[in-house]
């Protein structure tokens, strides 16, 4: 599930950056449950401070 998310959000096509970031939401969660907690928001922003993402 995890892996299946990460590829969606890694696809180039015509989905909106919003899209993207709730695919890498949702592969954290999954990773999170098997190697303990991930904080997503925490996450998410480290993505978006050093990735021109939304800019």
Known sequence: ETKRF???AGTEDERGQ???AEEL???ADR???IVG???VEEMLD???SQ???GK
Request: proline letters at 0%; aromatic letters at 10%; a positive charge.
């Open 51 to 53: 990735f021109c993402i």
């Open 18 to 20: 919003e899209l993207r």
């Open 25 to 27: 939401r949702l592969a």
């Open 31 to 33: 990773l999170g449950r």
């Open 6 to 8: 990460l590829l969606a």
């Open 37 to 39: 907690a991930v904080d």
């Open 46 to 48: 480290v993505i978006f």
